[in-house]
C-alpha cells in the first residue's frame, strides 16, 4: 500500500509537534499548499494522518466504526479527568447510549425553562459584577468574565440548584485543579510525575464524590428536581435495562461540564469581542430586540425559548463567530485497520494503476473542521467575520450556503448547516461522535448576548485579540471589552 506524503521534519521523533503546537491551522493550510488534503505528520512519536476539505471531513468523521476509534485516541486525557466507566472508557455502543440519555435531559421541555434562568444569572452578573453606568466606560476581561458566567449559567440549568448553590472556593479549586489536567500537554504526556497530574487525580475523586452525594441526597429526600441533567440522567438506562450507577452519573456530569465550559465560553467571549469591534452590528442587534420584543415604553418583554428560533442576525453573529473561531481546532482518531482512502480525498497516489493511497492502522487520523470553514476557495472573503454571509436580505439562511450541504435546506434556527459529515461547516463535528451540546450552546448563548445587548453598549479599545493555541480550545488571548449602560 502507498502511505500519505510524510511531511518533512528534522527531528525524528519530535516531528512536527512545534509547528503544529503553535499555530494548528497554520501548519495545516501551509502543508496542504505544500501536500495536498492529505498527508501524515510526526507528533512526539504518533503518526498523525490529516484529511482536510469536506470529504477529508468525510472520511474520518464518517469513518466506519471497525476503522477509527475515539476512545483510543481520547481515553488517556478524558478518563483521569471525567472518571471510569462512561464516556471514553467503555465500548462505543455504551458511549451512544449515554448520549441518547443525555439528550433526554436536553428536552424542549427543560430548555422552556432554562431561557428565564440563564436570563437571570446575566443579569445578576451584570448587576454585580459588570456594573455599568451611563454615560460612562468601563472594561472588563472578555474571557475571564464569559468563564465565570458560563459556569454559573450552565449549573443553573443543566447540572442543577446543588451545584449552583455550591459553586464556591473549594468548588473552584476542584474545578481548576481539574481542568490543569485537561490540556494539550496531558494528551501527549498521559502520565507525568507532576503535582498538576496528582492535583488532578484528587480532584477528580472529590468531584466525583460531590456529585455522588447530590444523587444520594436526591434519592433520600425525594426532592423535585425535574428540569436538569442529574435528574434526567438517574431516570435513565441502558437498552438492556440497567441503570446508570452513581459513580457513572457522577462521571458524566463531570464530562459534560468540561465539554460544555471551555467551548461555550470561547464562544461567547469571541463574539463579543468581535461585536465590541463591530458597533454597527451591535446596533443591529439591539433594533432586532426592539423589533421583536420592544414594548412601547421602552422596556423589552421577556424572551421566551420559542423566542430565540427567531432572531436571525443574532444567530448569524455566533455562527460566523463558530466558522473562524470553531472551539476546536482537531478531532482524533486511532486507526484500527487500514483504511483505503478514495480518489475524492486525495488523487492516487499511482495514476498508472489507479492505485489509491492508504492509512494503515496504528496510524492516528485527524479531521480540522476549521480548515473547510476558512478555506478561501468555499468563502467569500474567508477570514473576515462578516454575520450578514448568513442571511439574505429576507432575513433567511444563504442560498449559496445551502447549496454547500448538499443542496438540502438548512434547518434555520435549532439545526444547523452541519447535519451531514461532508460539509465545509461542522464547529460541532460530525457522524456518531457529533456534538450532543448544541441547542443548549445556542440557548445559553442567545440569552447572555440578547441580555448585555439590550442593556450595555460595547466598543473594543484595544487591537483585536489573537488566538491562544496552548489551550484545549481556541481561546482569546487576554483582551478587555469596554461597556457602558444604555440611557
Ligand atoms: C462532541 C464542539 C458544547 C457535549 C463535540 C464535538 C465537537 C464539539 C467538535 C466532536 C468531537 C469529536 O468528534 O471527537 C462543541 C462546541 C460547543 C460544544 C463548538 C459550544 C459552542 C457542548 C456542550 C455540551 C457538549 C454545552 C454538553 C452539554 C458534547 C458531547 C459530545 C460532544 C457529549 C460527544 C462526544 C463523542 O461522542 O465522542 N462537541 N461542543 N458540547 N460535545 Fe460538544
Known amino acids: 500500500p502507498t502511505l500519505p506524503p510524510l511531511v518533512f521534519h528534522y527531528i525524528p521523533w519530535f516531528g512536527s509537534a512545534a509547528t503544529y503546537g503553535m499555530d494548528p491551522y497554520k501548519f495545516l493550510f501551509d502543508c496542504r499548499e505544500q501536500y495536498g488534503d492529505l498527508f501524515t505528520f510526526i507528533l512526539l512519536g504518533r503518526r498523525m494522518t490529516v484529511a482536510l476539505g469536506p470529504k477529508g471531513n468525510n472520511l474520518i468523521l464518517g469513518g466506519k466504526l471497525s476503522q477509527v476509534s475515539a476512545e483510543d485516541a481520547y481515553t488517556h486525557l478524558t478518563t483521569p479527568v471525567f472518571g471510569k466507566g462512561v464516556v471514553y472508557d467503555c465500548p462505543n455502543e455504551m458511549l451512544m447510549q449515554q ?23 446575566a443579569t445578576d452578573f451584570m448587576n454585580n459584577e459588570l456594573k455599568p453606568v451611563a454615560g460612562e466606560w468601563k472594561q472588563a476581561h472578555a474571557l475571564h468574565s464569559m468563564a465565570e458566567l458560563t459556569i454559573l449559567t450552565a449549573s443553573a440549568t443543566l447540572q442543577g440548584k446543588e451545584v449552583r448553590g455550591k459553586l464556591d472556593k473549594t468548588f473552584a479549586r476542584r474545578y481548576e485543579a481539574l481542568d490543569g489536567g485537561f490540556t494539550p500537554i496531558n494528551f501527549m504526556f498521559p502520565n507525568l510525575p507532576l503535582p498538576s497530574y496528582k492535583k488532578r487525580d484528587k480532584a477528580q475523586r472529590e468531584m466525583s464524590e460531590f456529585y455522588q452525594e447530590i444523587i444520594r441526597g436526591r434519592r433520600e429526600g425525594g426532592a423535585d428536581h425535574d428540569h436538569d441533567m442529574i435528574a434526567a440522567l438517574m431516570s435513565s438506562a441502558y437498552r438492556d435495562g440497567t441503570p446508570l450507577s452513581d459513580s457513572d452519573i457522577a462521571h458524566m456530569m463531570i464530562a459534560l461540564l468540561m465539554a460544555g465550559q471551555h467551548t461555550s465560553s470561547a464562544t461567547s467571549s469571541w463574539t463579543l469581542l468581535h461585536l465590541a469591534d463591530r458597533p454597527d452590528v451591535y446596533e443591529e442587534l439591539y433594533q432586532e430586540q426592539k423589533e421583536k420584543f420592544g414594548n412601547p415604553d421602552g422596556t423589552f418583554r421577556d424572551l421566551t425559548y420559542e423566542d430565540l428560533k427567531d432572531l436571525p442576525l443574532l444567530d448569524s453573529c455566533i455562527r460566523e463567530t463558530l466558522r473562524i473561531h470553531a472551539p476546536i481546532h482537531s478531532i482524533m482518531r486511532k486507526v484500527m485497520s487500514d483504511i483505503p482512502v478514495p480518489t475524492s480525498v486525495a ?37 473576515i467575520w462578516n454575520p450578514h454571509r448568513w442571511v439574505d436580505e429576507k432575513g433567511v439562511a444563504s442560498k449559496a450556503l445551502a447549496e454547500y450541504d448538499g443542496g438540502d435546506k438548512i434547518d434555520y434556527g435549532y439545526g444547523s448547516v452541519s447535519k451531514g459529515t461532508e460539509s465545509p461547516y461542522q464547529p460541532f463535528g460530525a457522524g456518531r461522535h457529533r456534538c450532543i451540546g448544541e441547542s443548549f450552546a445556542y440557548l445559553q448563548l442567545q440569552t447572555i448576548l440578547a441580555t448585555f ?32 449602560l444604555r440611557k
Request: proline share 11%; no cysteine.
Open 99 to 121: 448520549k441518547r440519555m443525555v439528550k433526554f435531559g436536553l428536552s424542549t421541555e427543560n430548555f422552556k425553562s432554562y431561557v428565564p434562568l440563564i436570563k437571570k444569572e
Open 347 to 383: 488523487a492516487p497516489a499511482i495514476p498508472e494503476k489507479n492505485a489509491s493511497y492508504v492509512i494503515p492502522e496504528g496510524h492516528f487520523v485527524l479531521a480540522s473542521p476549521g480548515v473547510a470553514q476558512m478555506d478561501p476557495k468555499v468563502w467569500q472573503d474567508a477570514s
Open 453 to 484: 445587548i439590550r442593556n450595555m453598549e460595547m466598543k473594543l479599545e484595544e487591537p483585536f485579540p489573537k488566538t491562544n493555541y496552548q489551550t484545549m480550545v481556541v481561546l482569546p488571548l487576554p483582551a478587555k471589552i469596554s461597556y457602558r
